[in-house]
């Protein structure tokens, strides 16, 4: 399982689940490769809006399973 917090960076120093790595929104495309591609992934944001994007894109890219 990758857990990716997909916060503002200043969001993510101020706490983080352990084991998450930080890939802000704007850079996740660039980012995805990053990712196992079989791991099961789990997108973290603040509010919920930025989550389902993040999913979006991953599935795109081929990324495995994303939650």
Do not use: N, Y
Request: glycine share 10%; with cysteine.
């Amino acid at each position: 399982m990758a857990i990716v917090d997909v916060r503002e960076p200043r969001e993510f120093s101020a706490g983080h689940l352990p084991g998450a790595v930080k890939h802000s929104l704007p850079e996740l495309s660039d980012r995805l490769g990053e990712i196992p591609p079989q791991a099961f992934v789990v997108f973290v944001c603040r509010s919920g809006q930025s989550q389902p994007v993040a999913c979006e894109l991953a599935a795109r890219a081929g990324t495995g399973g994303v939650r």
